[in-house]
């Protein structure tokens, strides 16, 4: 809220300083959710060995959770900046690397539904 009411008011004055302002402020709000996050991935992790789940479907996964918060990131940044175009081509480019990566998620499913369909002869 501190950087919110700072970059209001430097603004009028500076908007490069106050866009400075505001990109701090959510690096600082990110490093500072980091420790949580680990924790969180961790725990996943604990309870997908628990439950003999192939560690490289939660790694895709968490990846792809990744990817797709820090598209969502910049492109907020770059939205802040006035740069609409841009945040645009991020989103894009984070949805194309979650679809890239699902890939061979999506093959696996595909495959098991397909084995699980009697044969026809």
């Not at 302002?21 to 604990?46: H, N, S």
């Amino acid at each position: 809220m501190i950087a919110t009411f700072l970059s209001l008011i430097v603004k009028e004055q500076k908007p490069t300083f106050a866009f400075m302002i505001v990109v701090f402020a959510g690096c600082t709000i990110f490093l500072f959710l980091v420790d949580q996050v680990y924790e969180i991935i961790r725990m996943i992790e604990k309870i997908a060995a628990n439950a003999n789940i192939n560690m490289m479907y939660v790694e895709t996964i968490l990846k792809i959770i990744g990817i797709a918060y820090i598209a969502e990131f910049g492109a907020q940044l770059m939205k802040d900046a006035g740069q609409g175009a841009i945040a645009s081509k991020i989103e894009l480019a984070g949805k194309i690397l979650i679809l890239v990566m699902a890939v061979p998620i999506l093959t696996v499913i595909i495959e098991t539904i397909i084995g699980l369909i009697p044969s026809m002869s």
